[in-house]
């Protein structure tokens, strides 16, 4: 079976600063799809950023950009210029099926702070 | 990507009652899962709904407990049943289109059994 950890289970930075959440995951395939989810106190899970494990190059969008370690099984979100509207909940997901058809799993999350 | 409406947003609902929490999509999908977030928890699949069968549950879940139905590609139902306070949860349905797209989410339901 998969896991997702996320070690930190709040963070806070002030605005403008740039942060770095942690994702580890475990798995035996060799083929799967990383994901990180944003959920605001709107409960709303919002997509970030995804990553497909075939691929070397790291996911950016925008502000949100990953460091992704196939080897290591590490998979990180780093949020620069961070904003307000970031404050959020932020969970890690793992799926082996494209398009997530087998569902996700995802850890524990990270309570973001954004400090003005 | 498409949006799901889900409703109820909250409901206080007394120990021994069922609630059935409804999704539907503005588009057909492929897949249809439903997620349980317990308090200050992560997200854990409790089942895809299967269109035109049986739900299939993850471990730890039940059809007794969790009844869901699928009855086309665009609408989901889970009702949880002869509740007690320990279902007090966020539930969220999720939805995906296939390969090359990503799951999205409906708003959740946050269930308070008292």
């Known amino acids: 079976a998969q896991t997702v950890t996320q070690s930190q289970p709040e963070m806070s930075v002030q605005e403008a600063e740039t942060v770095t959440l942690s994702c580890t995951y475990d798995t035996s395939e060799s083929n799967y799809y990383l994901f990180w989810y944003k959920q605001p106190p709107s409960r709303q899970m919002i997509l970030v950023i995804r990553?497909?494990?075939?691929?070397?190059q790291n996911a950016t969008e925008n502000r949100f950009s990953v460091n992704f370690q196939k080897a290591a099984k590490s998979f990180s979100l780093k949020i620069s210029d961070s904003q307000l509207g970031d404050t959020a909940m932020y969970f890690c997901?793992?799926?082996?099926?494209?398009?997530?058809?087998?569902?996700?799993?995802f850890g524990k999350g990270t309570h973001l702070i954004i400090q003005p | 990507s498409a949006v799901i409406s889900q409703k109820p947003s909250r409901d206080i609902c007394q120990r021994g009652t069922s609630l059935t929490i409804q999704c539907q999509v503005d588009s057909q999908v492929t897949m249809m899962f439903w997620y349980r977030q317990q308090p200050g928890q992560s997200l854990t699949l409790i089942a895809t709904?299967?269109?035109?069968?049986?739900?299939?549950?993850e471990s730890g879940f039940v059809i007794d407990k969790f009844p869901i139905s699928r009855p086309n590609l665009t609408f989901s139902t889970l009702t949880v049943s002869n509740m007690s306070p320990e279902d007090s949860s966020i539930y969220l349905c999720?939805?995906?289109?296939?390969?090359?797209?990503?799951?999205?989410f409906g708003q959740g339901t946050r269930l308070t059994v008292v």
């Open positions: 999720s939805g995906t289109g296939g390969v090359n797209t990503e799951a999205f």
């Open positions: 997901a793992f799926t082996t099926e494209p398009g997530g058809a087998d569902g996700l799993t």
């Open positions: 709904a299967n269109q035109g069968s049986e739900a299939t549950y």
């Open positions: 990553q497909e494990a075939y691929k070397q």
